[in-house]
């Protein structure tokens, strides 16, 4: 079991860039009692582990973790005190002990994403056009509908799947939202967000080029070094302002450590250097 306070947990994990920019945080704020002793850490938990592997954690002395593919909803299940955005989000991304020795469960993916957004657009008014349906859309809809936006359409290979998220949303907001298929997308956009994992698979979405002709952000939570097949869609499409991931994996991970140190890191330069690294 790790020394380290603050870990991310997954399976597969080698690959998580969390530690880097968790390091490069700290960093900003060396010699702050609120960092004294922050040392963040990978964990392999086996497929049937999670449970096991975040009770050893606390034995060991961990105060908090990310938690990250395949454990998103298994640590929403098992955690007892949610935060509203993890209620929403149906899934967990960040542990925190409590004093009482239980973990509080919070998502902070929606909140970075939706900070990396208005680095670049502001969302208040905005007509929204959210594709995808799955765990990595529904955990950003309530921040984005917090930003106030005038819609926010959501359109998805599976219709069935947008309509539950749009009819679970719906009572407790007065924005307008709606659910409809890739082929029957019509109308205007000024935001446009990827949240499939079409781009894994390196797909382009069956998405008529005239939507893209308003947007003024085309942002896929997916980043590579290599252009996304989507924002290379919407370049094609005439969309100036192209936006991968890479920010909002950054800022949830400043939304996680100013849930552990009450401290706000400068999320720029460690992007910056994040992308350098790609
Ligand atoms: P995640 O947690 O990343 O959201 P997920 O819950 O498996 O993963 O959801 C994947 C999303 O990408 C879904 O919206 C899925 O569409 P379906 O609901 O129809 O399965 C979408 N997706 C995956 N591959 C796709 C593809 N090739 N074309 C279009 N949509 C795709």
């Known amino acids: 079991m790790t020394q380290a306070t603050y870990v991310v947990i997954g399976n597969p994990i080698a690959h998580s860039k969390s530690p880097l920019i968790h390091a490069a945080f700290a960093a900003q704020f060396a010699g ?14 086996p497929m049937d582990g999670f449970v096991a592997c975040v009770a050893q954690f606390a034995a060991a002395g961990g105060r908090g973790a990310n938690v990250t593919v395949p454990f998103k909803e298994e640590a929403f299940r098992l955690t007892e005190t949610l935060s509203e955005r993890a209620q929403a989000a149906g899934a967990v991304n960040t542990l925190q002990l409590q004093s009482d020795g239980s973990w509080l469960g919070d998502n902070t993916d929606g909140a970075g994403l939706v900070a990396d957004v208005l680095r670049h657009i502001d969302i208040q008014g905005k007509r929204i ?37 749009i009819a679970h949303f719906q009572p407790n907001t007065p924005i307008p939202l709606q659910a409809c298929e890739f082929a029957a997308v019509a109308g205007q956009f000024d935001l446009i967000i990827n949240a499939t994992s079409a781009s894994l698979g390196g797909e382009r979405l069956p998405i008529a ?25 919407a370049r094609e499409a005439g969309v100036t302002q ?34 350098a690294q790609l």
């Open 129 to 165: 056009l959210l594709l995808g349906a799955g765990g990595a859309a529904r955990g950003v809809i309530l921040p984005l509908l917090a930003q106030e936006p005038a819609s926010l359409t959501l359109a998805n290979r599976t219709f069935g799947k947008a309509q539950a998220l």
């Open 209 to 233: 080029d005239s939507v893209f002709a308003p947007v003024a952000l085309a942002y896929d939570m997916m980043y590579g070094k290599a252009e996304t097949p989507f924002l290379a869609q």
């Open 32 to 45: 702050h009692p609120a960092v004294a002793g922050f040392l963040y850490d990978k964990l392999l938990a």
């Open 242 to 275: 192209r936006v991968d991931g890479l920010g909002m994996l950054v800022g949830q991970a400043a939304e996680a450590f100013h849930l552990w140190t009450g401290l706000r890191p400068d999320v720029a330069p460690v992007l910056d250097w994040m992308r």
